[in-house]
C-alpha cells in the first residue's frame, strides 16, 4: 500500500512539473495519463501479489 501511495505521488509530480502532456495529446492528455496510472497500479498490484505468493510459500511448512 506504501509503494502504491509513493508512487502515486511520484506520477502525481512527474505529470505536473516535469511532462507537458497537453502540448503533446491535446484534449486527450487526460485519457493517456490515467491510462498510465492504471498501468502503473496495476504493476505495483501484481508485484504485491507475488510478494504475497512468496511470503506464504515461504512460511508453508515442508514435508520430508
Given at each position: 500500500?506504501?509503494?502504491?501511495?509513493g508512487?502515486t505521488?511520484?506520477?502525481?509530480?512527474?505529470?505536473?512539473?516535469?511532462?507537458n502532456?497537453?502540448?503533446?495529446?491535446?484534449?486527450?492528455?487526460?485519457?493517456i495519463?490515467?491510462?498510465l496510472?492504471?498501468?502503473?497500479?496495476?504493476y505495483?498490484?501484481?508485484?504485491?501479489?507475488?510478494?504475497?505468493?512468496?511470503?506464504?510459500a515461504?512460511a508453508?511448512?515442508?514435508?520430508a
Amino acid at each position: 500500500m506504501l509503494l502504491w501511495i509513493g508512487a502515486t505521488s511520484a506520477f502525481r509530480f512527474y505529470v505536473s512539473h516535469v511532462a507537458n502532456y497537453a502540448s503533446t495529446y491535446g484534449s486527450l492528455s487526460a485519457v493517456i495519463v490515467l491510462l498510465l496510472w492504471l498501468m502503473m497500479s496495476a504493476y505495483i498490484l501484481l508485484l504485491g501479489a507475488k510478494l504475497n505468493a512468496e511470503a506464504m510459500a515461504a512460511a508453508r511448512p515442508r514435508r520430508a
